[in-house]
């Protein structure tokens, strides 16, 4: 096998047209089958194998850098730079990471997971080796989909000033996770198709035999030149037009005209963009003919394509789905928003029953929450179904745009806590501290599925911006016999006992119920509390918890700067000097990726690691009250 020979990023090189062609056959078989295993990004991966190789051709890494848009697609990459015997542990618990990480590999030039970044950092790559006198290449891959965020053109614009060599590669597949969306989608596809070309060339054939007297000599004079009117209207004319050379389009599948197109693109003193056509999915025909389906999959089986999950979970993403959907029966106002996540999100059916009060912004999260603080501001109801880690990409939106203008936006926050495989640059750990330091914003967490239906509710009928934040995945379906109506600030008691409180928050509730029901088989008694909204929070429970308790023990899937705990902790010291706080919460660290119930018991905030730090705590009490009495014979 001619996988097996390569070890590094220059192995590739040693290898004729015919074996170049069978590995990228034997790549292909080889991220299906470990993928059908391990679960991960399939789709893209498929697309770029040839994209990647002739990168390995043509250039010399580590020395050269690649900067990969979001890092999905960044497993042939891998494969080549010599990680392939990493590949059974992909995306696991201490196994490699499904994305760009530095730390992993001399080839790995910079992190990445969120998109739409690979342009600004190549751009700043290339700076830092003018600066130093350096003379490497510097290459960003990017996506037609990352190619709807807002950064790509700030760093667009930027790069059109290079003085040196920087290239683009834009891997277009036509394809976002869902369809891609939005202008310079269609401006692409215009090119990919030729039609633009045809269209454009007819036009301006047109406008200039209208012109009196010189129209047909002009016509005629242009066509013998060259390339004719190609030469006025040739593809990818917006980026030239911005002085960032176009080469393309390339098929993205001919590994001689990529490595052609790519060792042309290094000749070039300034920013280039190669313009690559590929299929997403390329090469399995599940994943071809459903690239949506399996952009990012769960182990499957291969002749199929069926996935081997057991069953299908009801997950908090559904409840939003359906309830987003019979709120916005009843209330014609309401309107969804996503940056390019429908399927993710749930809105995907919100889209199918109301179109046109469906926006796919593309992957835009700081033009979301604007465009949704305009449409409130217009006098509609707008809720921005977003993944908490992709909010953060719009924190100066919700403050500056919709909680200045108290504006009624409900950000429904999906994937908020622990997402598991997708690790550091996914994890929705750190919601809960930047929400909450925002004056007029509302932050609401369910403690099971009944309680997300009826807060999105809630969220509807308020006034002003509020986030109403959820797991990534099955939705808990407990305490079903504890429905206090919801209000404004307000919390629940679920279990009343003395001693010690549990005052948990969201997906901690239910981890709060466990660890009460474990400590009561032990003979302990602990009240159990559902915060249920972290700002504002209820402060009148908490006065009762403090007051009949010697314990409270709050408990969050949030980071404890400026989380839930934090804000807890600053009222009782205030008020309640001698009760004790103990805080579960996440540490001040990233946190990588694998399977959520690991990462849960390695970050001490399951049952059990919870069970421990109580009974420590006890026993801490214990000893400083043995401490005092011996210190007042
Ligand atoms: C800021 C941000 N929002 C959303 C996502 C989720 N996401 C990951 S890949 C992707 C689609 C990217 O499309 P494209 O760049 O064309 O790559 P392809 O999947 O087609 O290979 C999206 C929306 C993300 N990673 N980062
Ligand atoms: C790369 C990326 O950002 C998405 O593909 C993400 O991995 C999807 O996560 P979910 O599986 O939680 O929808
Ligand atoms: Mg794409």
Redesign the pocket.
Known sequence: MILELINGPDDIKKFSKQELTILSQEIRDFLIEKISTTGG?L???L??VELTMAIYLAFDLPMDKIVW??G??SYTHKILSGRRMEFDELRQYGGMSGFPKRKESPCDAFDT?????SISAGLGLAQARDVLGEGHFVVSV????????GMAYEALNNAAQMKKNFVIIL????????E?VGGMSTYLNSIRTGNGYLDLKKHVTDMLSRIPVIGDTLIDRISRTKNGIKQLLIPGMLFENMGITYLGPVDGHNLKALTRALREAKKLDHAVLVHVI?K?GKGYAPAENN?SKF??VDPFDILTGKSKKEKKVFSYTDVFSKTICRLAKEDKKIVAVT???PD?TGLKRFSNLYPDRFFDVG?A?EHAVTSAAGMAAGGLKPVVA??S??L??GFDQVLHDVCIQNLPVVFAVDRAGLVGSDGE??QGIFDLSFLSAIPNMSIFAPKNDWELANGLEFAFSLDSPIAVRYPRGEAYQGLEDFKAPIEYGKGEIIYEETDIALLAVGSMVSTGEHVRQKLKAEGWNCTLANGRFIKPFDKKLIDHLAKNHWLIVTMEENVLQGGYGCLINGYIHEHYPKVKVLNIALPDAYVEHGNVSLLRKGLGIDSDSIIWRMKKEYLDMERQNREWKDKMK
């Open positions: 990004h789709a893209s991966n697309g770029v848009d979001v999905h697609q997971g969120h998109s739409s970044t990017i996506g037609d989909g990352s190619l709807t965020g891997n277009d597949n036509n394809m976002s996770i869902s891609n590929t997403k690239p952009h990012a940056a390019a996540m993710g992957i999260e977003v993944y880690s992709f953060q990409r640059t996914h």
